[in-house]
């Protein structure tokens, strides 16, 4: 049983470390956007900001995949 505890303990330990990992892409991605359209907003065609906020969209979306299965996680485990 013991081994067992161990086992399932490393898994959901290499699962946040992929999780974390993960999330530091679009995270970058969103504030390299939001700095540039920010600093230089006016000056980005139109055509370019609306492709920067979906891209914006698009990431946020992804990372609330991450989170929900990150509390799928916790609440199985806290059971």
């Given at each position: 049983?013991?081994?067992?505890?161990?086992?399932?303990?490393?898994?959901?330990?290499?699962?946040?470390?992929?999780?974390?990992?993960?999330?530091?892409?679009?995270?970058?991605?969103?504030?390299?956007?939001?700095?540039?359209?920010?600093?230089?907003g006016?000056?980005?065609?139109?055509?370019a900001?609306?492709?920067?906020?979906?891209?914006?969209s698009q990431?946020?979306d992804?990372?609330?995949?991450?989170?929900?299965?990150?509390?799928?996680?916790?609440?199985i485990?806290?059971?």
């Open positions: 049983m013991n081994d067992e505890l161990r086992r399932l303990s490393d898994l959901k330990n290499k699962f946040l470390g992929v999780a974390a990992h993960d999330l530091r892409g679009p995270i970058g991605l969103i504030k390299m956007v939001a700095d540039s359209l920010l600093l230089g006016e000056k980005i065609p139109q055509d900001r609306k492709k920067f906020l979906t891209d914006i990431q946020s992804y990372m609330l995949g991450l989170l929900n299965d990150l509390l799928d996680v916790s609440a485990e806290s059971r």
